[in-house]
């Protein structure tokens, strides 16, 4: 699936099949560990008003609020972005980290597994968050569309089913 950026224009369809407007919310909070339970609060008051069912908020939650703790715990930012789109019936999340010393780390470990990782108290996110999410993956991330890279942006997508509003 193309990235919310990457995909077609609302006006180009195949066979004229009706289009489906994307939403998109985008919210910026301090790097700390409070800020995890108020983006999950964030993203479930946004699916909701979308008319996300329960099933697929819940998993949402789920991984927003890993994909922020490894933001604030692994980088010395201190601010993390956070991106939420729904696209047909595609959700995706994003979360931006503004770098620092732990955020090379960070993808190393999250790209390369590391035997009982999945064992202790920590270690356990990204594993949740590949067994959740359909697809995901970490690209390096930009300041403020300058060619400086500054952190690096973890994103996680999965179906969702919406509800008659």
Partial sequence: MAAPHDA????????????????????HLPARDTSVAVARTRVLERLREWCVDDE????AQLL????????????????VSCE???????????VTDEGGAGSAARVERAVIPRPGD???ESGRGLLLVSVLADDWGIRKAQAGGSDL????????????HRTQG
């Fill in 8 to 27: 077609l224009p609302l006006n180009h369809r195949p066979n004229g099949l009706p289009t489906t407007r994307p939403l998109r919310d985008a919210f």
């Fill in 149 to 160: 890279v500054t952190g690096h942006a973890v994103w996680a997508e999965l179906e969702c």
């Fill in 56 to 59: 697929s908020s819940a998993d």
């Fill in 64 to 79: 927003m609020s890993e994909l922020f703790t490894n933001a604030v715990r692994h980088t010395d930012s201190e601010k």
């Fill in 118 to 120: 999945d064992e202790g």
């Fill in 84 to 94: 939420l789109w729904v696209i047909g019936v595609r959700l995706r999340l994003e």
